[in-house]
């Protein structure tokens, strides 16, 4: 547990090849059903204070209450996942903390010292994020996510889902 910023939520892995990724974890790791969206849609998303045009595809499932996210970026935008391939890194990028009070928690790490790596938003206001500047080793940037809204109640089918998984329908894609 954090004390600045609770309960980690999911665990972030930065991919190049995000089916290989799926696959291991169904057939190695047991873990499913992959929620996969190919073709992210952001609202608008910003990597250390400018527009970036970072195009994704992003995978989600669940082992208990962790959500496991699989991330491959699909163009060479600025990003921190770029950083994060281009320095030879693969695998947890990120640890994600989540909260229905966002702008609380951005403003508290904003006045505790934190930068802001990477931001951005998707599904309207309810569904920010922020990636802090924290990469002390890899697999360390903390990331804030707002659950307040449309993102939450997608997180919690994925939670369910997982519960009751029998292997059927590995990967379902989210249109």
């Known amino acids: 547990m954090s004390r600045i910023f609770g309960a980690v939520c999911q665990n972030g892995y930065v991919v190049r090849d995000i089916r290989a ?12 059903p992959w929620f996969f ?10 990597h250390r204070g400018a527009a970036s045009d970072v195009r994704m595809s992003i995978a989600l499932a669940n082992s208990g209450d962790l959500q496991i996210e699989l991330i491959q970026q699909t163009n060479d935008a600025p990003s921190m996942y770029r950083e994060f391939l281009d320095a030879g890194h693969e695998g947890l990028q990120h640890m994600s903390y989540w909260t ?24 309207g206001e309810l569904g920010r994020f922020a990636y802090f500047d924290t990469q002390g080793h890899p697999g360390t940037v903390v990331e804030i ?5 449309n993102k939450g109640r997608f997180f919690e089918h994925i939670k369910r889902a997982a519960a009751d998984w029998d292997g059927a329908e590995p990967i379902r894609p989210v249109r």
């Open 21 to 32: 990724a799926m696959d291991h974890w169904i057939k190695v790791m047991g873990v499913g």
């Open 37 to 46: 969206i190919e073709e992210v849609k952001t609202d608008y998303f910003r």
């Open 100 to 123: 229905r009070d966002y702008q609380g928690l951005y403003d508290r790490a904003l006045e505790l010292g934190y930068r802001v790596g990477h931001e951005g938003q998707i599904g």
């Open 145 to 149: 996510s707002d659950i307040s809204g």
